[in-house]
């Protein structure tokens, strides 16, 4: 398939959503032009706020290729991703992104990631989400096994 027909394709995943249901985002996985995996946004119809079309369709992707790393493969995606679907999208090493829609567009409607944009390069102190560091010592055990571990499968 080409470019063009995969974007289609989320295209008219995001539309299908619409009318199930879910939200008006679709997303595909294609290596070399063919389809390894779709999907929908499916947060309201789940229950799930993770459940965007990105990372719906990453985990379809990852079980049918039975790894974590989808180098070689690319993301068709009716929307710009947000900040979530932007860090799935790069721990699953994705080789390039396409999108139809901006974010910009997707604030026009109600979906308005900004925020969570402005809030990265913050401070943990200064977010809108108070965070604090709580029994540091007793989790930095976990670490220390890891950096130990000889047989571990990195990623």
Not at 71 to 97: N, Q, R, V
Request: overall charge negative; charged content about 30%.
């Amino acid at each position: 398939m080409t470019n063009r027909e995969l974007m289609q394709r989320a295209i008219d995943l995001s539309k299908a959503s619409v009318r199930n249901g879910g939200g008006p985002f679709g997303a595909v996985i294609a290596r070399n032009g063919e389809i390894i995996a779709e999907g929908s946004n499916c947060v309201t119809i789940d229950c799930d706020p993770t459940a965007h079309a990105e990372v719906s369709t990453i985990r379809k992707a990852a079980k049918k290729l039975g790894t974590f790393d989808l180098s070689g493969c690319e993301i068709f995606t009716s929307c710009e991703p947000c900040p979530m679907c932007l860090g799935a999208i790069y721990w699953a090493h994705l080789d390039k992104i396409y999108y139809a829609n901006d974010r910009k567009d997707a604030a026009k409607i109600g979906f308005d990631d900004d925020f969570i944009y402005e809030e990265l390069p913050l401070k943990p102190s200064e977010r809108q989400k108070p965070s604090e560091i709580l029994m540091r010592e007793e989790a930095l055990e976990a670490f220390r096994m890891w950096q130990e571990k000889e047989d571990k499968t990195e990623y």
